[in-house]
Every structure is written in C-alpha cells, then in structure tokens.
C-alpha cells in the first residue's frame, strides 16, 4: 500500500524511454561490459524525456496567531539557553512550553 504511494513516475518514464535504447545499443554493438552501456548512458541527452521542473513559488509571510506565539516561544527559548551563564532569573520557575492535557 505504500509502494502506491511512492512518486516514481520519474524514475519509471525514465526507465521506459531508456530500456529500448539500451537494448538496441547492446543488440547491435554486442555490448556485455558493464562499461560500455554506462559509457553509452553518459553520451545519452534525456532532454524531452523527464518532466520540466516545477517553478519556484516565492510566497510572502502571512502573520497569524500560530505564527506569532511560536516566533514567541522560539526567541524566548534562545534567550533563556543563552543566558543560563548570567543569573538574570531562577531557571526553575521558567516554563517555556505549556502542555495542555485534553
């Protein structure tokens, strides 16, 4: 089932645009090193072949809510590991995460 999932639809036209190719080339040469049909592979352009890349997609940052209270936690975060040198406050009272029990 999750073979199914798997994104090999590349990887499979690739195979199935080159397995003639290779065959042929080894019929007709008489090729049975395998550094001939790696060398024959190296020659062959797979332009036209694979699937032209998706473009990059640039998005701006939209603030919410979850976004905020996370930036929070992380700089508050940063600031207590790196100031346990410097006793600016009792590291014990200190909770930076709140876990909510349901």
């Known amino acids: 089932e999750w073979q199914e999932k798997l994104p ?3 990887v499979t036209r690739l195979v199935e645009c ?3 190719r290779v065959e042929r080339e080894c019929h007709e040469k ?3 090193n395998q550094s001939e049909v ?3 592979l190296q020659r062959t352009t ?3 072949l694979l699937p032209v890349p998706h473009p990059i997609i640039i998005r701006n940052y939209q603030p919410n809510a979850y976004t905020a209270l996370w930036f929070t936690s992380f700089m508050w975060g940063v600031i207590f590991a790196r100031s346990q040198s ?3 406050y009792d590291w014990r009272r200190v909770r930076l995460i709140v876990i909510n029990n349901v």
């Open 8 to 10: 090999l639809q590349t």
């Open 46 to 48: 797979m332009v036209g």
């Open 38 to 40: 790696v060398g024959f």
């Open 30 to 32: 008489s090729m049975t």
């Open 86 to 88: 410097l006793a600016l």
């Open 18 to 20: 080159l397995l003639p």
